[in-house]
């Protein structure tokens, strides 16, 4: 049997974790939060990064810093996690959502401009499989009309967008805010982890405060306050020592993972394309604007009961593959809330897009074997 994701592990997770417990200090903000944050901060050039124990947290933090009050609007894409809405419907926010683009799934720049009313105050692009979202056009708007952006970038480690002038931007660097995710399906993973990225330095010294909930205990410990106190509201957003000195361990070879994964991606993208030539479904889009970190391969079948048919058939053959989003705008929790207009794009994407395996220990022969099933079920 392939599965859909096996987590990946690089070997020295378990050696850093005896370290932390070793050390003597296993709760959070302690060496190996420290060590990656360093790292993180270093090699793509975030302003600040804090680890949480989850993207969601990050998102739930951006929400809390950026004062989002009941009645205020947040544009959010409909074909993303729950998270990317719910941490800004918990501070009361009501949810925009826009539309992805016709030919990939990433927000369109161009819906949210028409979206954007005197409530609006955020906008969330989200990097879908790590590929960018139109990050010039979608900073313009922004600053036109005096919003703040949050990157969801939880699939994002490692990705790029490319503007025009072609000096890449690393992806969570370019919002106020950022947020990224290493749950155990994503390309580095801690099991649950995050990490809010700060780029706009004005936000570093509340989110602190409310990392650590509510208290100057960051300050605290890094010998600036004699004592530490209730400051503001917050809450436990940060990870043990032990989820960190796991992370640690993957981030030293985010490199090498997310050259494996491009080259398993690169694989189905040779393999599959002659059978999308005949008209059997689409493939996979990156805009000229971003870079790929592998994250997901994806088809777009052709209806969804064809998608149906597929997942039965590869299963049968041994192979778990998988759909993805169901349009937030339709979700059982907002679609009573939701008034506005039909969103297609991201309907047709929760309705036919097919991901197929990937992870660090897949083989390229896995990978040609589920090739070769695929284009079996098309008979070719
Ligand atoms: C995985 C994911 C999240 C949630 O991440 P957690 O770390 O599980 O909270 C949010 N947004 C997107 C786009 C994701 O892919």
Known sequence: MIPFNKPCLTGDEML???EAVASGKISGNGRFTQKSQKLLEGKYGF???LLTSSCTDALEMCA?????????????PSFTFVSTALAFVRQGAVIVFADSHKDHPGLNEDHVESLITPKTRAIVPVHYRGTACKMDKIMEIASKHGLY???????SIDGYFLPGDGVRQPLGSIGHLGCFSFHETK????????????NDEHFIKRAEIIWEKGTD????????????GWEDTGSSFLPSEITAAFLF?????TDKITEKRLKLWHTYQDLLKPVAEQGCFSMPVIPPYSTNNGHIFYIVCNSPEDRTNLIDYLHKNGIIAVFHYQSLHKSNFYRKKYKGFDLPNADRFSECLLRLPIYLELTVEEVEDICLNISNFYRF
């Not at 809390?64 to 959010?76: C, F, S, T």
């Not at 390309?187 to 700060?198: A, D, K, P, S, W």
């Open 16 to 18: 850093y974790i005896q």
């Open 187 to 198: 390309n580095v993973q801690c099991g649950e982890g995050g990490c809010l990225t700060i």
């Open 64 to 76: 809390i810093l950026l004062n989002i009050k009941p009645g205020d609007e947040v544009i959010v």
């Open 249 to 253: 361990a993957q981030l030293e070879e």
């Open 149 to 155: 952006v949050v990157e969801d970038a939880a699939q």
């Open 217 to 228: 205990r960051a300050a605290f410990f890094r010998g600036e306050k004699d004592k530490y």
């Open 47 to 49: 302003r600040k990064c």
